[in-house]
T-cell receptor
Framework: AQSVTQPDIHITVSEGASLELRCNYS??????LFWYVQSPGQGLQLLLK??????LVQGIKGFEAEFKRSQSSFNLRKPSVHWSDAAEYFC???????????FGAGTRLFVKA | GAVVSQHPSRVICKSGTSVKIECRSL??????MFWYRQFPKQSLMLMAT?????????EQGVEKDKFLINHASLTLSTLTVTSAHPEDSSFYIC??????????????FGEGSRLTVL
């Protein structure tokens, strides 16, 4: 069965520190991969996506993610976190043809001064 | 990028009444829209897939008679929570795809609608 695992329910980092949010997926073939961010009481905004090609993808707000097929992972990174990055982050996968998207449980990011 | 708008953003209603939530694609035609429900501090649960001009496809466990979905045009889908009860209180989010092709996996989300049933 298809699934997305975000092992960390919440993470706290200091402002200016680097960040890595983990995501592992289970799927028969390489799916489309996404990271979305959700601020409290808001909808979701796409940070970045991977379809094919270069396994290191750049997104908005200084985020990047690396697809590692051997590990079935798509971890999100940012070199220097800003207080405004505090939010909920969702990893998601969609099969080729992209019909039904499956979301991970989310990781809540807290940023301390 | 594509913009999806949801209305209302917040609604409070009495138990037993019905509430309609609208989801509009503002600058593109959405052949398919998705309705999600999100419980506090949890992920998104897909409720149903709405296709323009046809009946919605509901996920297992979702009551189609309680959550009525209508996708009458390429830019509008509505979710009506009928005979709402306090347990229906939740955050409802719609999303849309722009069509077929390599980018069909990307979803554009509305701002969400917070429903509180008293």
């Amino acid at each position: 069965a298809q699934s997305v695992t975000q092992p960390d329910i919440h993470i706290t980092v200091s402002e200016g520190a680097s960040l890595e949010l983990r995501c592992n997926y289970s799927y028969g073939a390489t799916p489309y991969l996404f990271w979305y961010v959700q601020s409290p009481g808001q909808g979701l905004q796409l940070l970045l996506k991977y379809f094919s090609g270069d396994t290191l993808v750049q997104g908005i707000k200084g985020f990047e993610a690396e697809f590692k097929r051997s590990q079935s992972s798509f971890n999100l990174r940012k070199p220097s976190v800003h207080w405004s990055d505090a939010a909920e982050y969702f990893c998601a996968v969609a099969p080729l043809g992209g019909f039904k998207t499956i979301f991970g449980a989310g990781t809540r990011l807290f940023v301390k001064a | 990028g594509a913009v999806v708008s949801q209305h209302p953003s917040r609604v409070i209603c009495k138990s037993g009444t019905s509430v309609k939530i609208e989801c509009r694609s503002l600058d593109f035609q959405a052949t398919t829209m998705f309705w999600y429900r999100q419980f506090p501090k949890q992920s998104l649960m897909l409720m149903a897939t709405s296709n323009e001009g046809s009946k919605a496809t509901y996920e297992q466990g979702v009551e189609k008679d309680k959550f009525l979905i209508n996708h009458a045009s390429l830019t509008l889908s509505t979710l009506t929570v009928t005979s709402a009860h306090p347990e229906d209180s939740s955050f409802y989010i719609c999303s849309a795809r722009t069509g077929t092709g390599a980018n069909t996996g990307e979803l554009f989300f509305g701002e969400g609608s917070r429903l509180t049933v008293l």
